[in-house]
Structure formats: C-alpha cells, structure tokens
C-alpha cells in the first residue's frame, strides 16, 4: 500500500481544511486507516483513525468534536476534515494504513506527510 497525504496549508485560527490521502494497492479496503501529526520538538501524535468498512471512529480527545475522518473505498481515499482549527493543531500530518483504529494499533504502512500551519 503507497499513501499520499495533500490538502494541507497555512489558514487562520478558527478556519478549516481537509486533508485527503491517496491510496494505491489492492489490499487498501482492508486497512484501518488513521492520521497522525508531529509538530516541532514533539513526538509523533494518533490523531483520529477509521475502520476498514468506514462504520467506526476513533478520536484524539484533543481534537474531538472538530475533526471528522471519513474514507471513500471506491475511490481509495481517506479525507479528514479539519474544523475550528487552532494554532495548536500546528504540525505535519500523516496518514497510515494499519490493523486497527485505535491509537496503539499497529499501522504498516505510511505516507509522506502534509503541513498545518494554523496562525493566530
């Protein structure tokens, strides 16, 4: 499975973005898929993640009620739509393929990332 992460950028606080991740392989329907994000002098970070049929969440609790992950298998994408956003959310993000939708899955696979710039 090869990812490729696109739609960050440089928005103001309280703006959106989505985040869309590309992926190619056949094995991608059978992946849960999650975003993840590093921000500077700060360890890697789960994000949210979705199952591989798309009908179950996990959520960062720091970003709950903000963030919605959402999949698209005929289309191999995964989006993340990014709302409200604070100059905390600040960071490069990645997405991920992996066996499970929760934080301490095991995810094999990853993309290159895309930054997040949030101003105040």
């Known amino acids: 499975v090869q990812l490729q992460a696109s739609g960050g950028g440089l928005v103001q606080a309280g703006g959106s973005l989505r985040l869309s991740c590309a992926a190619s392989?056949?094995?991608?329907?059978?992946?849960?898929m999650g975003w993840f994000r590093q921000a500077p002098g700060k360890e890697r970070e789960f994000v949210a993640a979705?199952?591989?049929?798309?009908?179950?969440?996990y959520y960062a609790d720091s970003v709950k009620g903000r963030f919605t992950i959402s999949r698209d298998k005929a289309k191999n994408m995964v989006y993340m739509q990014m709302n409200s956003l604070k100059p905390e959310d600040t960071a490069v993000y990645y997405c991920?393929?992996?066996?499970?939708?929760?934080?301490?899955?095991?995810?094999?696979?990853w993309g290159q990332g895309t930054q997040v710039t949030v101003s105040s």
């Open positions: 979705i199952s591989w049929s798309g009908r179950s969440t």
């Open positions: 991920a393929a992996g066996s499970g939708y929760y934080p301490g899955d095991k995810y094999d696979y």
């Open positions: 392989g056949r094995a991608f329907s059978n992946y849960a």
